[in-house]
């Protein structure tokens, strides 16, 4: 594990910095929104469900580390997420993760096995960042649910890289206040079977930016640190992982489970229909119905008068 998280290391900073500059690494804009928080999303140009994100969040650059490297707080603010757990610790930061994200209609639900990674990290500007990169394993203690209609996506890298915001973006962007971080966030995968072209494009240019918003709200409520208090002592963030708090308005139900490497700690998150399934329905699957129904009344028309004549 130890080079495969190098190799994580590597290649994610080289996506992150717009790619190795070949014809296989060319990024396309989908989205660009400064409300309520600057974001711009792009696709690769290869691969349809590669994504690269650069936002600003208004906080110093450990705290927004720390809220984003917390596997078991992903569902408080990732709209997609249903569940996640802690499947081993390596060390006191790495370790293999649990992933099950929400059914968007009219897709299956999606989990991943991810080995994940944290590091300080040199820039290309010589400065400090901190990056959290996972990638997809195997694992014979997690093994595939298909019994359950859930469909293991496959995580080629994923993570983010936050630094302290330049000025010369704090001027452009007219940021105001004291703290603000740059986050570069890259999702590589596939998600494997039947996936519509609308849900993709949802996806990226709906569901994240709103997810983003939602994640820097919630670091308005954090005092701002330029420090990682995750790398700085890893022995106290991994004793106090299990008792990461809760996602309002949802029902959790935290519990220990155990493994060959000891008790590890277990969030899942339960509601009703998301969200998101809701928005999908209403974007794609009821226009999609009008138009089935308009065709539909159109042919009997046509029909009719085809047998009078």
């Known amino acids: 594990y130890g080079a495969q998280c190098a190799e994580l290391e590597r290649r994610f900073m080289q996506l992150a910095d717009g790619g190795d500059d070949s014809a296989e690494d060319v990024w396309t804009p989908l989205k660009t929104q400064t409300q309520p928080y600057p974001v711009t999303v792009e696709g690769h140009a290869s691969k349809p469900f590669c994504f690269r994100v650069v936002f600003y969040a ?4 450990g705290t927004a580390f720390d809220l984003l490297s917390d596997i078991l707080r992903r569902p408080e603010w990732d709209e997609l997420t249903e569940a996640t757990r802690v499947v081993e610790m390596l060390n006191t930061v790495d370790g293999i993760h649990y992933v099950k994200m929400k059914a968007v209609w009219p897709t299956a639900a999606r989990d991943s096995l991810l080995l994940a990674h944290v590091a300080a990290v040199r820039t290309r ?9 996972s990638q ?12 359950a209609g859930i469909v293991r996506m496959e995580a080629g890298i994923a993570g983010q890289l936050v ?15 004291d703290h603000w971080c740059k986050v570069v966030q890259i999702a ?16 990226a240019t ?18 701002p640190s330029a420090e990682s208090q995750l790398l700085a002592a890893p ?3 991994a004793a106090a992982a299990p008792s990461a708090p809760r996602a309002a308005g949802r029902a959790q139900q935290p519990f220990q489970s155990s493994s060959g490497s000891g008790s590890v700690a277990v969030v899942r998150v339960r509601g009703p229909w998301s969200a998101a399934w809701l928005r999908v329905l209403a974007r794609y699957a009821a226009p999609a119905l009008v138009a089935a129904v308009t065709t539909l009344l159109i042919q009997l028309v046509v029909g009719r008068r085809w047998r009078r004549r």
């Open 58 to 61: 208004p906080t110093g650059p």
């Open 125 to 133: 500007d010589g400065g400090t960042g901190f990056l959290n990169v």
């Open 136 to 147: 997809s394993i195997v694992d014979d203690r997690v093994p595939e649910n298909t019994a």
């Open 163 to 177: 630094t302290r915001a330049a000025a010369d973006d704090i001027r452009r962007l007219g940021l105001r206040g």
């Open 188 to 203: 590589d995968g596939d998600l494997k079977g039947w996936i519509p072209g609308g849900v993709i494009k949802f996806i």
């Open 206 to 223: 709906q569901a994240l930016p709103r997810s983003l918003a939602k994640v820097c709200q919630q670091m308005t409520l954090l005092p």
């Open 235 to 237: 022995g106290a963030a």
